[in-house]
């Protein structure tokens, strides 16, 4: 009787065990099934006074400005903005693995500069940090050799000091900044760089942040790379001429792009994030268990029709 009841035990122990060998684990979702599956509420629109459309021969390039940062430079690039002073001018340098820069290339050179939209300031403040306080920080677990902090603010890549109560821009691929000479205070906003290469995180709080391409970014980083050592072409010829800078808020409802980012509060915003942090398919044989503030787009997509 015991043999038996042993047996029969003995029988529902390997029936089960062969029964939870066939439940393989559900498969984990990638960071793109996880965007796709985001509710509305997780998705923000973009703003159109804080959108800057810059055309050039090859289509839009779309800039969220960052007035929470530079509130100043914002200003006067809006001023600029709304006064055609980029259209006409040109991209002026592309440097390999850094930076692409535009603006007037003969502003320097006395009786050949483009005169500024009346309201523009020509003196301005550094706003290379802010104060951290009351800001939403949407803070990574990751450790950064640049800051003790990193993570969003007001969807923008940023980094914090605790000890100096500071916060700021970090140079990730995309983010726009204000050009200037040796003096902190030398920028106005009128000649603008757009990092498109390796995240040049030395720059971070050493120049005015103002923005970042949302959209558009591969019209810059394919353009032809200028000579060594800073990527200026010493041929006029070879600059591309912008067609215009406008403010969205300029142009027409029918003629402006529609974009929604995904909030950086939001959980599908985290999940993605950890599912680059540790990724799992076919191809990634080992988990990172790391990510890197730059590594870490943020997701936009075309608004939904109603």
Not at 66 to 86: C, D, L, Y
């Amino acid at each position: 009787m015991r043999a038996g009841l042993l047996f029969a035990a003995l029988s529902t122990l390997s029936c089960a065990t062969l029964h939870a060998q066939d439940q393989t684990p559900p498969a984990r979702k990638t960071a793109q099934e996880i965007i796709d599956a985001a509710p509305a509420s997780a998705w923000r629109d973009l703003e159109p006074a804080n959108t800057l459309y810059m055309q050039v021969p090859g289509g839009r390039v779309i800039i969220e400005l960052a007035p929470g940062f530079a509130p100043e430079h914002v200003a006067n690039i809006r001023t600029m903005a709304k006064g055609g002073f980029w259209d006409g001018l040109t991209i002026y340098r592309v440097q390999d693995n850094f930076v692409v820069q535009f603006g007037d290339a003969e502003g320097e050179e006395a009786g050949k500069a483009k005169p500024y939209p009346e309201g523009t300031k020509t003196h301005l403040p550094a706003e290379f940090t802010r104060s951290a306080t009351g800001l939403q920080f949407d803070k990574l677990p990751d450790a950064d050799g640049y800051a003790a902090e990193v993570g969003f603010i007001d969807g923008f890549p940023a980094a914090r000091n605790p000890k100096t109560g500071k916060a700021w821009i970090a140079h990730c691929y995309g983010v726009v900044g204000a050009g200037r000479n040796n003096p902190p205070d030398s920028s106005i906003g009128a000649e603008l760089y757009a990092v498109s290469g390796h995240a040049p995180r030395a720059l971070d709080h050493q120049l005015t942040v103002v923005g970042r391409v949302v959209k558009g970014m591969e019209l810059l980083s394919a353009l032809p790379r200028g000579p060594a050592p800073m990527g200026f072409y010493t041929d006029p010829k070879l600059r591309t001429p912008i067609l215009s800078v406008k403010l969205a808020s300029s142009v027409p409802e029918s003629e402006r792009s529609h974009l929604q980012l995904l909030r950086t509060d939001s959980q599908a915003f985290i999940d993605a994030t950890e599912a680059r942090r540790n990724r799992v398919n076919a191809f990634y044989t080992e988990p990172a268990g790391y990510i890197d503030l730059c590594s870490v787009p943020l997701p936009v997509r075309e608004t939904p029709a109603k």
